[in-house]
């Protein structure tokens, strides 16, 4: 597995980013028996201004969110990986041969806020959204109460596995 962080805003973590990001990445495709070793996905750390500007240009959404996912893959149903096709050059880097998920963008600035309104740690906080975003790469959704559910339940699971509770500092 490989994954990029860009920090494009250089802000700074009270733990080591990169070490939980990579964790939960791995935990997520784990977890949803993702059948390729070779997998790329990219992580940009961005704050309030420049989430702003990247939901409004990709999605025409003129405001702050805490995370955005951009899904690479299209599945039949979620973690349906029966029409990816080896070698596709839509999806596999032809240099790394990776399978390319997608990119998640993150918000220092919500992380922080978000973990303080929780009363979670700002690690907690990082690895719900990473989650939450491996799981939409892997083609899970909520925008149905059912699916909301699902993604709900795997998340939390995802974090007690690897021991990432609210509790914990």
Do not use: W
Request: aromatic fraction near 8%; glycine fraction near 6%.
């Amino acid at each position: 597995m490989t994954f990029y962080v860009e920090n494009e805003v250089e802000a700074e973590f009270p733990f080591d980013v990169e070490a939980v990001i990579g964790s939960v990445i791995g935990r997520v495709l784990e977890s949803e028996a993702f059948p390729y070793e070779k997998v790329c996905v990219n992580i940009l750390i961005t704050d309030n201004e420049g989430i702003r500007e990247y939901n409004r240009d990709y999605r025409d959404i003129d405001k702050e969110t805490d995370v955005l996912s951009f899904p690479n893959l299209e599945y039949p149903a979620p973690a349906d990986y029966s029409e990816i096709r080896e070698g596709d050059p839509e999806i596999f880097d032809p240099v790394t041969g990776d399978l390319v998920l997608g990119d998640v963008i993150l918000n220092v600035d919500r992380i922080r806020s978000q973990a303080e309104e929780y009363g979670h740690s700002q690690k907690r906080e990082t690895a719900f959204l990473v989650a939450h975003s491996l799981l939409h790469l892997l083609g899970y959704d909520h925008m149905e109460d059912e699916e909301r559910i699902v993604m709900e339940e795997k998340q939390e699971a995802i974090l007690e596995s690897l021991g990432i509770t609210r509790t914990e500092g």
